[in-house]
């Protein structure tokens, strides 16, 4: 195995530290989430689950790393959104400015 | 048909593939044998552009030693690894 033949997403084999096998409760946005991955595939947005995964090997080195699981959920289908013209991506980021400001967040 | 058997021994390919695929990058190149034919599936390649997949490849249970996958393998010997490997990333492992 050469580590740099590795995209972000094929982790197996690599050094890492020991796994947290703690059960965790899905957050509100999490849950959230996931509802808005199937009503995606319900609306014909995606047809396989290999679209979703192609969208989240795409993201990078960078923000694969960054980003918790369900983040890169909805990283891909946000992506996605935007290339199947159900969103533009001057909406998504105007209606991520609205929520930022309500929240307090800079 | 399926072009593999239960029992034969298989090599999965070692090939670099710079899109959507399922075989992770540890089991490249490994030599196994089948533990079960599975039923026909969509190509994930093709599924990830949209595609509907076809023509379906049969999907295979393959079973790898530990050993051959990990140097300085610490657990039991004997100890195996289950993956399933779709029929177009398989060859006849070359002691077959």
């Known amino acids: ?7 972000p997403h094929d982790l197996g084999g690599l050094p890492a530290g020991p796994i947290d096998r703690e059960e965790h409760d899905l957050a509100h946005w999490e849950q959230r989430i996931d509802a808005m991955v199937s009503l995606c595939f319900s609306k014909g947005v995606l047809h396989d689950v290999a679209e ?3 969208g989240i090997e795409a993201l990078g080195p960078d923000a694969y790393d960054k980003l918790g ?23 998504l ?3 991520i400015e609205v929520i930022r400001a309500r929240r307090g967040d800079s | ?7 034969d021994r298989v090599q999965i390919a070692r090939r670099d593939c710079a899109e959507h695929h399922r075989v ?21 390649e093709k ?4 595609l509907d997949g076809k023509p379906f490849q049969m999907l295979y249970r393959v079973r790898l030693e530990q050993a051959d996958l990990w140097e300085s393998y610490a657990g039991s010997p004997g100890d195996t690894l289950e993956i399933e490997i779709f029929e177009h990333w398989l060859e006849p492992a070359a002691d077959a």
């Open chain 2, 47 to 50: 599924l990830a552009l949209g």
């Open chain 1, 52 to 54: 979703l995964r192609v």
């Open chain 2, 1 to 7: 048909m399926p072009r593999f058997s239960c029992g």
């Open chain 2, 24 to 44: 992770p990058d540890y089991v490249k190149g490994k030599t196994g044998h089948i533990e079960r034919v599975c039923v026909p599936f969509g190509q994930p």
């Open chain 1, 93 to 95: 980021d105007e209606r």
């Open chain 1, 1 to 7: 195995m050469s580590p740099d033949r590795h995209k």
């Open chain 1, 69 to 91: 699981y369900y983040e890169r959920w909805a990283a891909s289908i946000a992506n996605r959104l935007v290339s199947k013209e159900v969103l533009t991506r001057r909406e």
